[in-house]
């Protein structure tokens, strides 16, 4: 994730990350 990404990827991962988080409930 330290790399740069164009915004699609970043929006996805922010979403992917959402999710990841939610489901762990941190």
């Known amino acids: ?3 740069f ?3 699609e990827e970043a929006l996805e991962y922010g979403i992917i990350d ?3 988080t939610t489901r762990k409930g941190k």
């Open 18 to 20: 959402k999710i990841i």
């Open 1 to 3: 994730r330290d790399k």
């Open 5 to 7: 990404m164009s915004p």
